[in-house]
């Protein structure tokens, strides 16, 4: 034990710093990692463009703004004074509830003293001969550190499209996840417009709907959006969590999508049609993820099994949807259920019944223009108040190439991944060593704050083992991030995401135009990527020493 805790502190051996490891980021990422590094003894500060924690949750703050997924599982597990204390009150939570919990977070696990807002980093830059990272704020500012570590987020980097006369509108206009925070956007009686119908968007249409005068709704991709049936957390049910909050973290550790599921036995081409669409009806009942993942063992990977669930959903949109064309135009045809990241739906389809909604198709005819008054679509003005850019984020890797990180000889990382993503399990790349990713690109498409939570105890413990072991510089092997990238490609093509192309999602590239197409995100399974990342620490983390490996086994604090 040294002074700065159970393991000697980063500068040892080296060159001093300010601090032994910089976090970037302050959302649930950020606050977890530097928890964990408060616990092996490092001296840490967490840097965050934001005036307060919360990350994604600080920023989106567009009316509808919730969880997808639910309350028990959208959430730390690992710490007991968190968890006891902590009361929810909706099964999916709203954005200023999980605000508040991560402002809890912060306060219970003692972290604002280590943490600093409103500091943009501009450029992370390797030191070679130093064995440093040296980080610079926007302002001008420099932090050194042994480690740098990124919890940016991998969806907060906003896209905004590139449509002519974007910037001559004359009314309002906001990105979902730049909205303001300082005060509340009227919108009663004006004429709104949204663009997008991602998850942002479609949270957004039928909270926007209630109070706008005239609400347009631009429509390029439909979505297949599943029923959420949200509800309030009694205190039973918040009991029975408490009671059961290690069962259920080791059951979402075990799950593909990292959620504490029954995992399906059937597949959905298996069984009579009655019983297929019985066990559909339960699962659209249960609502959210339930529908995606506890149907269905092969909605993902097969595609008859896949047809079966896309034509429910299509059912469902004409059984709610009064007006027949609406419904139609809803319904997606060119692309399978899974093609991109399902939303979860809070009145979504029913809100197409008002009168004050008006969907606008712009598929068959791309927005032309913005005016100063409003968008162009098939040659006719829609004169708006308030636009409203639901239009996504250049996803995994967008906060990470929008900065400058320089690794060896001077490389960018931006520039490492322009002919195609390389890591090692998406927490570290060669040629910068001793820089990690929290849910970098290539870690599992699933639940986030279990990834995450996963991910801060891995870093934590490998930063730990890189100290005890004296090993200067902790990075992937060239042969290893080689062989995941190869992996993820494997993994990704055999499923029905595949497919993403067709939908532009997010998670396959297909959203920013330019970007190449390729997974952005391991789609083999968060179970068995947790597996893998347990087993190469207990392997004592040879495929991220290429400098030489040190013999011991290495068990002693894999923890999570
Ligand atoms: O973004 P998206 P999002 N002209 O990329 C449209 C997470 N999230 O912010 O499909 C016209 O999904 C685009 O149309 P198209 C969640 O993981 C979670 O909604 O390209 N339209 C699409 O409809 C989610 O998956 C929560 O044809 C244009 C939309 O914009 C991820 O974030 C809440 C256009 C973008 O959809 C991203 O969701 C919110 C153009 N030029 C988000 N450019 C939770 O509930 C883009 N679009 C936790």
């Given at each position: 034990m040294t002074e700065t805790g159970i393991y000697p502190g980063g500068t040892e051996g080296g060159a001093a710093t300010d601090f032994d490891a910089i976090v970037i980021g302050a959302g649930f990422s950020g606050l977890g990692m530097l928890h964990h590094?408060?616990?092996i003894g490092l001296r840490s500060?967490?840097?965050?463009?934001?005036?307060?924690?919360?990350?994604?949750?600080?920023?989106?703050?567009?009316?509808?703004?919730?969880?997808?997924?639910?309350?028990?599982?959208?959430?730390?597990?690992?710490?007991?004074?968190?968890?006891?204390?902590?009361?929810?009150?909706?099964?999916?939570?709203?954005?200023?509830?999980?605000?508040?919990?991560?402002?809890?977070?912060?306060?219970?696990?003692?972290?604002?003293?280590?943490?600093?807002?409103?500091t943009r980093i501009s450029r992370a830059?390797?030191?070679?001969?130093?064995?440093?990272?040296?980080?610079?704020?926007?302002?001008?500012?420099?932090?050194?550190?042994?480690?740098?570590?990124?919890?940016?987020?991998?969806?907060?980097?906003p896209s905004m499209p590139n449509i002519p006369g974007i910037d001559s509108f004359g009314g309002e206009s906001y990105h979902t996840s730049r909205w303001p925070r300082d005060r509340e956007v009227d919108l009663s009686g004006k004429r709104v417009g949204i663009i997008g119908l991602g998850a942002s968007g479609v949270q957004l249409v039928p909270v926007v709907a209630e109070t706008a005068g005239e609400l347009f709704v631009f429509q390029r991709t439909p979505n297949y959006v599943v029923a959420s049936s949200n509800r309030e957390v009694d205190p039973e049910w918040m009991q029975r969590v408490r009671d059961t909050y290690d069962e259920s973290f080791e059951k979402a550790f075990d799950h593909g999508f990292a959620v504490p599921f029954v995992k399906p036995t059937d597949g959905a081409k298996e069984v009579e049609q009655v019983e297929r669409d019985r066990v559909f009806e339960q699962g659209w009942k249960e609502g959210g993820f339930h529908f995606m993942l506890e149907t269905f063992n092969d909605l993902a990977v097969d595609q008859e099994s896949n047809n079966h669930a896309s034509d429910f959903i299509r059912r469902k949109i004409r059984e709610t949807v009064k007006d027949p064309t609406t419904a139609d135009l809803l319904s997606p045809?060119?692309?399978?259920?899974?093609?991109?990241?399902?939303?979860?739906?809070?009145?979504?389809?029913?809100?197409?019944?008002?009168?004050?909604?008006?969907?606008?198709?712009?598929?068959?005819?791309?927005?032309?223009?913005?005016?100063?008054?409003?968008?162009?679509?098939?040659?006719?003005?829609?004169?708006?108040?308030?636009?409203?850019?639901?239009?996504?984020?250049?996803a995994m890797t967008g906060t990470l190439t929008r900065v400058d990180i320089v690794g060896e000889g001077g490389v960018l990382l931006r520039d490492k991944w322009a002919d195609g993503l390389k890591t090692n399990l998406g927490l570290s790349v060669n040629g910068f060593p001793n820089f990690f990713m929290i849910l970098g690109p290539q870690t599992p498409y699933a639940n986030l704050p279990v990834a995450i939570q996963a991910g801060v105890a891995w870093i934590s413990d490998a930063i730990a083992f890189a100290q005890k072991h004296h090993i200067?510089?902790?990075?992937?092997?060239?042969?290893?991030?080689?062989?995941?990238?190869?992996?993820?490609?494997?993994?990704?093509?055999?499923?029905?995401?595949?497919?993403?192309a067709k939908a532009n999602a997010w998670f396959i590239g297909a959203n920013i135009p330019g970007k190449p197409i390729e997974f952005n995100v391991f789609m083999g399974g968060a179970d068995v990527y947790f597996k893998r990342c347990d087993e190469v620490a207990r392997n004592g983390y040879a495929t991220f020493i290429p400098a030489g490996r040190v013999d011991e086994p290495w068990a002693e604090s894999l923890h999570r």
């Open positions: 590094l408060n616990e500060i967490v840097l965050d463009a934001a005036g307060g924690v919360g990350g994604t949750w600080y920023w989106n703050t567009y009316p509808g703004a919730r969880t997808d997924s639910e309350f028990y599982y959208y959430s730390f597990s690992f710490s007991r004074k968190v968890r006891e204390e902590w009361v929810w009150k909706e099964r999916y939570p709203a954005q200023p509830e999980v605000l508040a919990y991560l402002e809890f977070v912060a306060e219970r696990l003692d972290l604002y003293k280590d943490i600093r807002f409103n830059e390797y030191d070679e001969a130093e064995n440093t990272w040296t980080v610079t704020t926007e302002a001008g500012d420099t932090f050194t550190a042994k480690y740098v570590i990124s919890g940016m987020g991998v969806l907060s980097a045809k060119d692309y399978p259920f899974n093609g991109k990241r399902p939303p979860g739906g809070h009145g979504y389809y029913e809100a197409y019944n008002r009168d004050n909604v008006h969907l606008v198709d712009t598929k068959s005819h791309p927005i032309e223009e913005v005016t100063e008054k409003g968008l162009v679509v098939n040659g006719q003005l829609y004169e708006l108040d308030v636009i409203m850019w639901a239009t996504g984020f250049d200067d510089r902790f990075e992937s092997t060239k042969d290893a991030e080689e062989a995941w990238a190869a992996e993820v490609n494997r993994a990704g093509s055999a499923t029905i995401m595949a497919q993403g």
